[in-house]
């Protein structure tokens, strides 16, 4: 195992009926303002009982946070944080919310190019603090200190992380994630299980815990992703969904191991030039990553499909493709179609993504080893 520090300040609230926290989690005299989205919350309730919390509190609001939120979006926010001299930021929604208000907390401090906080990392020395109430639980932004943020203008989706956007708080009621639409349920699962397999499936290093941590988030997904469509008001499908995504990317099992991240930096860019939702992505690219990795990640390939999916017939590279064969088939009971036809994309798709990474010159993995070169043969076995 690896040498680490490890430190995540963030304080959850975890339960039904836990909104109501907000008001002793909000400071007293605080200038607040609620972030969320399109509107699914004040579909589903939560916008009411948000505001019933904040009663006698001084707030104002900010909507229309959309999914893959927008650094031109953002500056709207920041504009009447200054004019109505907000203090406080509550984040309200999903990853896209929560995301875009790490970023808002930080440029809203900030002088000069704000997107230079985004591609230079040029942060401020604090940020705005903010509490979130996550109402889809996918990215783990409400217990992480990640956010992604794309720039409309030149269709550039990037990610940044610094220690000054861990949420103060984050309120986890599994209830507000009732009304999720089926594309948003298998969403969240799909991005759960990549972001543990991001930390999870590159090459042992002795990290028994890790290992037996991620093995086991991978298991509530398998064995709750499903009931959650089939069954839509399950109160401890939906609990132990949303607790295994926050821990998925909360930091706790990357802490001494090799990380990959390719799926994720290839995914990203199939959003950032066609709009496929993240976790659509995700879905295309990872079993072309385990594929064409399958030599360097075969003793992980092996304890995975050993352990989560029950694999033990057959040889080792009979067993390495079986689990990598059940990865695709998992995300495919949930209805997420893991080829690039399935969202009307052929090889100019391809093209124009490797042509972006050999322009950054980035190189991926674990290993370091992917080239733009098997970025395109990884892509070339989705089609
Ligand atoms: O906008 P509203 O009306 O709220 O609707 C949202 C949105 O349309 C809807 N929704 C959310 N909660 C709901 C609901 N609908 C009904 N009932 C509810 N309870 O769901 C749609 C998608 O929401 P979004 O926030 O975009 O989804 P998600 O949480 O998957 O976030 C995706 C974003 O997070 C980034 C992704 O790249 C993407 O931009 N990521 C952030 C990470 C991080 N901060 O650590 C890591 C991830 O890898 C990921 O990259
Ligand atoms: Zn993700």
Same mark, same amino acid.
């Given at each position: 195992?690896?040498?680490?520090?490890?430190?995540?300040?963030?304080?959850?609230?975890?339960?039904?009926?836990?909104?109501?926290?907000?008001?002793?989690?909000?400071?007293?005299?605080?200038?607040?303002?609620?972030?969320?989205?399109?509107?699914?919350?004040?579909?589903?309730?939560?916008?009411?009982?948000?505001?019933?919390?904040?009663?006698?509190?001084?707030?104002?609001?900010?909507?229309?946070?959309?999914?893959?939120?927008?650094?031109?979006?953002?500056?709207?926010?920041?504009?009447?944080?200054?004019?109505?001299?907000?203090?406080?930021?509550?984040?309200?929604?999903?990853?896209?919310?929560?995301?875009?208000?790490?970023?808002?907390?930080?440029?809203?401090?900030?002088?000069?190019?704000?997107?230079?906080?985004?591609?230079?990392?040029?942060?401020?020395?604090?940020?705005?603090?903010?509490?979130?109430?996550?109402?889809?639980?996918?990215?783990?932004?409400?217990?992480?200190?990640?956010?992604?943020?794309?720039?409309?203008?030149?269709?550039?989706?990037?990610?940044?992380?610094?220690?000054?956007?861990?949420?103060?708080?984050?309120?986890?009621?599994?209830?507000?994630?009732?009304?999720?639409?089926?594309?948003?349920?298998?969403?969240?699962?799909?991005?759960?299980?990549?972001?543990?397999?991001? @930390?999870? %499936?590159?090459?042992?290093?002795? /990290?028994? =815990?890790?290992?037996?941590?991620? *093995?086991?988030?991978? &298991?509530? $997904?398998?064995?709750?992703?499903?009931?959650?469509?089939?069954?839509?008001?399950?109160?401890?499908?939906?609990?132990?969904?949303?607790?295994?995504?926050?821990?998925?990317?909360?930091?706790?099992?990357?802490?001494?191991?090799?990380?990959?991240?390719?799926?994720?930096?290839?995914?990203?860019?199939?959003?950032?030039?066609?709009?496929?939702?993240?976790? @659509?992505? %995700?879905?295309?690219?990872?079993? /072309?990553? =385990?594929?064409?990795?399958?030599? *360097?990640?075969?003793? &992980?390939? $092996?304890?995975?499909?050993?352990?989560?999916?029950?694999?033990?017939?057959?040889?080792?590279?009979?067993?390495?493709?079986?689990?990598?064969?059940?990865?695709?088939?998992?995300?495919?009971?949930?209805?997420?179609?893991?080829?690039?036809?399935?969202?009307?994309?052929?090889?100019?798709?391809?093209?124009?993504?490797?042509?972006?990474?050999?322009?950054?010159?980035?190189?991926?993995?674990?290993?370091?080893?992917?080239?733009?070169?098997?970025?395109?043969?990884?892509?070339? &076995?989705? $089609?």
């Amino acid at each position: 195992m690896k040498n680490f520090t490890y430190s995540n300040p963030v304080k959850i609230i975890f339960g039904k009926n836990t909104i109501p926290a907000l008001a002793v989690e909000i400071p007293k005299n605080a200038r607040t303002l609620i972030l969320y989205g399109g509107g699914s919350i004040k579909r589903n309730g939560v916008y009411d009982q948000v505001i019933e919390t904040l009663n006698g509190k001084i707030h104002f609001e900010f909507s229309g946070i959309g999914a893959n939120p927008e650094y031109e979006t953002c500056l709207k926010a920041i504009e009447l944080i200054r004019e109505k001299n907000i203090d406080f930021l509550l984040a309200v929604g999903g990853g896209s919310v929560i995301d875009a208000t790490k970023f808002i907390a930080l440029a809203s401090q900030a002088e000069g190019d704000l997107w230079e906080i985004v591609t230079k990392y040029k942060y401020p020395y604090k940020a705005m603090p903010f509490g979130t109430v996550l109402t889809l639980p996918a990215t783990g932004s409400e217990m992480n200190c990640n956010a992604v943020i794309t720039k409309a203008e030149t269709h550039d989706k990037k990610s940044f992380n610094t220690p000054l956007v861990f949420p103060r708080f984050s309120i986890l009621d599994p209830e507000t994630t009732y009304s999720l639409p089926a594309r948003q349920i298998a969403n969240g699962v799909i991005d759960t299980f990549v972001h543990t397999t991001e @930390q999870y %499936l590159t090459y042992p290093v002795g /990290g028994a =815990l890790q290992d037996y941590f991620s *093995e086991a988030i991978l &298991k509530v $997904l398998v064995k709750n992703g499903e009931q959650a469509l089939k069954v839509p008001k399950n109160y401890e499908v939906r609990a132990n969904l949303m607790w295994a995504s926050t821990w998925g990317l909360n930091g706790w099992i990357a802490q001494g191991v090799p990380e990959d991240w390719a799926t994720h930096m290839i995914g990203h860019e199939l959003t950032a030039f066609f709009g496929l939702d993240h976790a @659509q992505t %995700l879905a295309i690219v990872l079993p /072309g990553v =385990l594929d064409v990795m399958h030599e *360097e990640k075969a003793d &992980k390939l $092996l304890q995975m499909g050993e352990r989560v999916f029950g694999i033990s017939e057959g040889n080792k590279e009979e067993r390495v493709f079986a689990a990598i064969h059940s990865v695709d088939s998992f995300f495919r009971g949930m209805g997420v179609g893991t080829h690039l036809s399935n969202y009307g994309l052929g090889k100019e798709a391809i093209d124009k993504v490797v042509e972006r990474f050999r322009e950054r010159g980035w190189i991926l993995g674990e290993h370091q080893n992917i080239t733009p070169e098997m970025v395109e043969k990884i892509l070339i &076995k989705r $089609l």
